[in-house]
């Protein structure tokens, strides 16, 4: 009898023992012989895949590593245990991707909110909805300089050739309406020059002339730009002087203040009374060389003195807290000099404040250059009055009644379409030197 092949030698032993019976029984009946082949059939169709030598030390291999990794496994489980901030960290050779990182703690009822719909940067905030009294939209509308500005009033005899305006009692800073009125028209149909152009070249350059004479929005608001129009559609936007809140000295310690003066505030107290609303607590009354503020203001020297120009002022004990923060959320929109004028904001009495207005503005001299001895021409040196930054104004602004026949714009849409469109601009330019960075103001609208 032939030895068994290499395959035979390596099945298990009961195969090899069950294999060898029919040799055992030769030469008994072919039925016994049929039924151990029956039986070798059986067995082969058992018997478990045979890999080759290098297959099998392949699975060995991917044995062993899948051990190893186990056993890499459970170790991070026991650090996590006792570091339970530490994540699963990939051990050195491992194959396997990393493991996805923790979520992250349900957030509360208002994180849900802002997950489903999530929230925008915004640089300033929408306007308030206009409130219509009688027929008529009203709100105030707040100027900040943010560089100095020169609202001329024309030449002068006097040191000054270019003053800015003023008022003729008070002597105090002005913005005349017409030139406010004259800066949200522009601001108005600049926006709107889109709609009238062909393509986006065209609205680029900008198409401001039509939309000043074709749209309804425009010349319902500021009337019409035609003159043979203007008897008979006149504009539902009526603005005042733009009036002085609050101005900018200079002083010893918190370096500036913004000052006010209880004449101002009466004003302001008397206009916001059309607006049916007032100010937040009564306007203190000061004695010569006494001053208002708050208590922690970096303004103080000892706690008690400041120094605002030349002129030393004591603390009275008055709470002006209230009404320092009603007037930086009013008038300013960054939150930044929001803050620093609920700590700088200053009361001083009436005549000292008409004082730092008339001596506290910017007087730059200006010459004109000949244009080949880059010489000064004869007679043109000459000095211009400017308004210094972070002066605030404030005007009184109602939408009345459409005054054009057919137009379909109501007191509260004409009033909310222009303060959007005046707060999506941000900055408008008053007065003059617009070439050279002047007249720069942020714009806030508010209804109260």
Known sequence: MSEPSSKEQQQPEQTNELSNEPEACAGQHTVA?????????QLEHFRPPQTHPAAGEQAEEADSHAASQQTQEQQRAERQSVEPGMGPAAGPGERHPPAAAEP????????????????RPRLRTPPPKPVVRDGTARALFFLHAQT????????AIGPVDLPIQRE??????TIAATAIKGVLRDVVRQQLAGNYAADQAEAAAGTRRTADEEEPLVTALFGSARPEEGSTSAGALCISDARI????VRSACGLFAWVSCPAVLERLERDLALLETELPGPIPELAPGQAACSANSPLLIDGQHMMLEEF?????????????????????????????????????GDEEFAYFTRHGTEVRPRIGLDYQRK???????FYEEFLPPETLFYSLVLVAERRQAGTEFDPARLLSELMRMSEARGVVQIGAAETTGKGLCAVRWQTF
């Open 33 to 41: 012989e049929r039924q151990a082949s029956g039986q070798r059939q």
């Open 104 to 119: 992250e703690p349900k957030p509360a009822e208002e994180g849900e909110a802002e997950e489903a719909e999530p929230r």
């Open 148 to 155: 100095a500005m020169h609202p001329g009033a024309g030449t």
């Open 168 to 173: 003729r009692h008070t002597q105090w800073p």
């Open 245 to 248: 809140l609050a101005f900018p």
């Open 312 to 348: 030393d002022f004591t603390r009275g004990e008055f709470d002006l807290e209230a009404l320092a923060e009603w007037i930086a959320q009013c008038a300013i929109g960054d939150r930044n000099t929001q803050r620093r004028l609920q700590r700088h904001f200053v009361l001083v």
């Open 375 to 381: 010489t000064v021409k004869p007679g043109a040196l």
